[in-house]
């Protein structure tokens, strides 16, 4: 199985500066291509590294998550990696390897692991291999529900999750489902969706869930308010609260994404400033 990373560099000086990165009220698309060296950041307590940031909280738009893309080098990584006590996290290691350490166990993450790591979890990261490593790293404040136990670790492999195919889809549209759906302690759900060539949502979607969608593999048409985008492999989408969606899969491979969406509470009738 293949994932998606950005590559970064710099396009070549006949590259069209007009592309189709899309910043909206209601949605933005950062492409492949605008996954670049000049737009990385570096974080404090972290070692040979970089990061892209796709997606962060703005008033106003989407509001529950961060999403990185990070690429930790030999050597590289951090004792510390996490500066918010109340910030639970999803890792999924989409090229080379790295070394977990969760409290006093240490685990080897491989391409296509998944990792849960619940708010205040002990935890390192470090890439001990000769490889660089790179893996997509989601953060949300966790928020307490009366009656919800704090979530526990998890480590699984993406292998070990079966599809779970949508009903009345002829197989062409299903999802791995990393987090158990029917376990209200979490209030934010990951998954990797897959549709087969032809595959597609066959309405508009419209929902209070945000999305960060990071696609892994293949190549669609995707619905975004009222707009049809073209989307591959490395593009990002980020779509705010009851963003009409919909997507067709093109080409002649599956077309597969990593997905975030915040599930399992009730909304804050605080007003937003």
């Known amino acids: 199985m293949s994932y998606a990373f950005p590559s970064g560099g710099l396009p070549d000086q006949a590259t069209s500066a007009e592309g189709s990165a899309v910043f909206t009220t209601a949605y933005a698309v950062l492409p492949a291509i605008t996954h670049r060296d000049i737009v990385t950041s570096f ?6 590294h970089r990061a892209w940031i796709f997606a962060r909280p703005l008033s106003g738009f989407a509001e529950t998550f961060a999403q990185y893309a990070v690429e930790i080098m030999p050597g590289g990584g951090s004792a510390d990696p996490e500066p918010d006590r109340d910030a639970q996290a999803v890792l999924f290691i989409a090229r080379g ?25 002990p935890w390192q990261l470090w890439n001990i291999y000769d490889e660089p490593c790179g893996f997509h790293w989601i953060r949300k404040k966790y928020v ?12 699984i492999h993406e292998s070990d999750v079966p599809v779970s195919p949508m009903p009345e889809c002829d197989g062409k549209w299903g999802t791995q489902r990393f987090l158990d759906p ?18 597609r949502i ?16 293949g190549t669609a048409r995707y619905l ?10 490395g593009d990002f989408m980020w779509l705010r609260a009851f963003c009409p969606q919909a997507c067709i899969a093109t080409g002649e491979e599956p077309f597969r994404y990593l997905l975030y969406k ?12």
């Not at 307490?144 to 480590?155: D, K, N, Y």
């Open 97 to 121: 390897k790295a070394r977990l350490t969760l409290g006093a166990d240490n685990h080897e993450l491989t391409e296509g692991t998944f990792v849960y790591l619940p708010a205040a979890a």
């Open 43 to 48: 974080f404090p307590t972290w070692h040979n």
């Open 224 to 233: 975004l308010n009222q707009d049809w985008v073209e989307v591959g492999p």
């Open 202 to 217: 066959p309405f508009a979607e419209t929902h209070v869930m945000e999305h960060g969608l990071y696609v892994l593999q």
């Open 262 to 273: 915040d599930v399992n509470r009730h909304p804050s009738l605080t007003a937003l400033k």
């Open 144 to 155: 307490h529900a009366r009656g919800m136990t704090v979530p526990e670790p998890l480590i």
């Open 182 to 199: 029917l376990d209200l302690a979490y209030d934010f759900h990951v998954n990797i969706v897959t549709f087969q060539p032809g595959g």
